[in-house]
């Protein structure tokens, strides 16, 4: 719960510092993923089998590739949400989001950001 609790609060500050010079990375999401009926996460679920087959199956109908699937946060959350990071070389992070958000299965998406720290000016 700390580590959902952690991500939560990365999701929601990083855009607040976009408004102080941060880029957005080409094509680059986070995403938070339901976990289907049925289906049970386990680190081997996560690795291989049905659902990583649903995660990169999600990732290739929105136009992007897994890059990485946060396990430990994963197996955490008691909501049963799957956290990734994806990305895409053909869409821009918005693009991307918004082919994600058309997907009933995508908790949320949004763009990973690079945040620049303002330099103290003495």
Known sequence: MKALRILIAVLLIVP???AWGSENN???VLVVLKTPAGMS???ESLKSGRVRQYIDLTSEEAGAKVISIFDSLSLTNKEGHIFVFMSSDTKTSEELVSSLKEDPNVVSASPNRKVRMMKHAR
């Open 41 to 43: 996460l386990t680190e």
């Open 16 to 18: 607040a510092f976009s």
């Open 26 to 28: 080409m094509g680059e």
